[in-house]
């Protein structure tokens, strides 16, 4: 069986955990069937994977134009495919057109919806509305649907009730534990001037409104002095997001001592260290389908404290390898709180607790790691897909 997998984000260029998932996923896939790579942006030395550039007349106006402009290229590469599989919107129509081209089946995996995320109106603007029905109009075609999470599940029924409920399949995000496991060498702290002797709060995560990040920030006013906060952050989403965590960045660090803050992607084992060293790692997130960097901290065996949204209580077992922090969200659909003021309250005494008390904090890592390794592996989400992929093909 040969499938093409499309995608926006592919290594060297990952940003996000569906770019993480699309790699992952792809590696495994590939010990079982064969598996040939779309992805966008600049040429790709990896056998069987091909990039396409966005059309540089359509990406100028607007930047959901040039992916949309894209699509029929990279449907044109999947011709001889027996199933398409496309990741996140910008790839969804490629993967449309090429299921209709060729008479395959197309399979969608959805690790967020844009209808849920309005936030990035302000980012994207009208590419907003041009992203959105992307989105929709791929899914309501699509043969399967892959949700990362039982509630992301539960989000596609409810924003798009055409879509029968048979044709939407869980299967969770993994982790390599071999990649993400403890490591406690020091040579990230000693780069950054992070003291190994003092507990370390750790972020990771993209500067946008998605992940919550101001609200850690409010609350890291009250964690515990001698704690450290250890800020991994991705790109801004937009400059009003930039430069309102760049200001409660410069106050905390006037308040406190031990502000980290790290721009840009870091290699796999300076994270994979700071994971392991830090004695909390926080979730903070407005809206989370499932949350990879989750599964990475436990799988390094750290506990986590996170928000109950989305499908992070599907990782992150209250009690039993980690906190999870409720709050009230606001009616408007951008995940956030009704009041602000609580849920950073809230945060910080989660994190308080488990900075008192390091021996449940390790207890929480190692339930942490134990529960990565035994049930989010790749090789058996891998096997899973195939099952669908099988089931759309008649293959044996």
Partial sequence: MRVDLV??????????GAGVHAAELTRALRRLIDVRVHCFGEPRSEAGTTAYPLPADLAEGNAALGFLGAGPRIATGCAGTDLVHSHTWYAN???????????????????????LRPWKAEQLGGGYALSSWMERSAASAADALIAVSGAMRDDILEVYPEI???RVHVIHNGID?????????????????IDPDRPIVLFVGRVTRQKGLPHLLRAAFELRPEAQLVLCCGRPDTPEIAAEVSDLV???????????????????VSVRQLLTRATVFVCPSLYEPMGIVNLEAM???????????GGIPEVVEHGRTGLLVEYEQRPDGTGEPVDPELLALELALAINLLLDDPELAAKYGQAGRELAVQEFSWDQLAQRTVEVYRRLTGAA
């Fill in 93 to 115: 129509t490629a993967g449309h057109v090429a299921g209709r081209l060729y008479g395959v089946p197309h399979v969608m995996t959805l690790h967020s919806l844009e209808p």
């Fill in 177 to 193: 534990t071999e990649v993400y496991r403890p490591d406690h060498g020091t040579a990230v702290l000693d780069r950054f001037g």
């Fill in 299 to 309: 799988a390094c065996g750290t506990a986590v404290v996170a928000t109950e949204v």
């Fill in 7 to 16: 995608t926006r984000e592919y290594p060297p260029d990952v940003y996000g």
């Fill in 250 to 268: 410069d106050e905390l660090s006037r308040r406190r001592s031990g502000v980290f803050r790290i721009d840009g992607m870091l290699d796999a």
């Fill in 164 to 166: 029968a409920p048979d």
